[in-house]
């Protein structure tokens, strides 16, 4: 018989009673979090609730989790509970992105150095359940892995190609291991690529905006999956997995003091060196 070890049996060795401790998992498909946690807000993102829920103020302890594949949910952090207030008593961080005024308690959370080991590191099965963000501490959660969370060496903006699934691994990455991916994408505006494999169609776009190129394939490696664009959401229209035969690559790169008419001008150079608007996805 295969020998399991949950989530309870972890806390009860490092002295910690279950029942003190309240399970929350954010959900990167949710709009509103997953501002927040592109933009490092989780922690202020966990303190502010819809409604007056009776067991959030019932624990000793919050520990926080966010989504993965399927069931799965990665260990954030472990925050101790201080207190409620009405939410009206306090002002959101400065360049707070999410919707404070949706809330209506403020949860007053203050963080602590347990586990901080197995931050990012740690996931477990949430459950079948996933619609529900939060559980009782006694509820049993198996423990699935306990992950290496050295960061990946980034290879170059000129080798970059990256297919639909390694763009989803870098986009979604909680656990650090694509840190320097990140970094360097969100560091630089630029003129990419994307190539359907199945039909061998191209197109080109361009970023340009704050978070540079990894905030515009941001788009495209969560659903819709079209990032806006007519002709990809024809394609997934009449076929909705069709996104994982994209390819991404970078055409060129330019600093984030470039301005934007600059970079749409190689954009359309591009376009009309490959084609991409007549015999590509580009509509325009």
């Known amino acids: 018989m295969e020998t399991k070890i949950t989530l309870q049996d972890l806390l009860t060795i490092n002295g910690i009673d279950p029942k003190d401790v309240l399970l929350i ?35 000793k302890y919050w520990m926080v989790f966010i989504s993965g594949k399927g069931t799965q949910a990665r260990f954030f952090r472990l925050y101790e509970y201080k207190g409620k207030s009405p ?20 949860y ?10 197995l931050e990012k590191r740690l996931i477990i099965d949430w459950g079948k359940g996933v619609i529900n963000w939060y559980y009782k501490g006694i509820n049993q959660k198996s423990i699935l892995a306990i992950q290496n969370p050295d960061p990946k060496e980034f290879i170059g903006f000129d080798k970059l190609v990256l297919d639909h699934s390694q763009l989803e691994s870098i986009v979604n990455d909680v656990t650090g291991e694509y840190l320097n991916y990140r970094v360097a994408l969100s560091s630089v505006m630029g003129v990419y690529l994307i190539l359907d494999k199945t039909s061998g169609d191209q ?9 540079g190129i990894f905030g515009r394939w941001k788009e495209y490696a969560n659903p819709p ?19 994982k035969s994209f390819q ?23 376009k009309e060196k490959l084609g991409s608007r007549v015999f590509g996805l580009n509509a325009n």
């Open 25 to 59: 998992r954010h959900s990167l498909n949710h709009e509103n979090f997953r501002k927040c946690f592109d933009k490092n807000f989780v922690y202020e993102y966990t303190q502010i609730q819809p409604g007056n829920l009776k067991a959030l103020s019932e624990h």
């Open 87 to 106: 939410i009206t008593e306090h002002i959101p961080s400065e360049n707070y992105p999410g919707e404070w005024q949706s809330a209506d308690v403020f």
């Open 108 to 117: 007053q959370l203050e963080e602590t150095d347990l586990f901080r080991d």
């Open 203 to 211: 197109y080109i776009g361009s970023a340009y905006g704050d978070d």
């Open 225 to 243: 999956y079209h990032g806006g664009n007519k002709r990809l959401i024809k394609i997934l229209n009449e076929q909705n997995d069709r996104f």
């Open 248 to 270: 991404f690559c970078i055409l060129q790169i330019f600093s984030k003091s470039a301005t934007k008419e600059e970079v749409i001008e190689v954009e359309n150079r591009f």
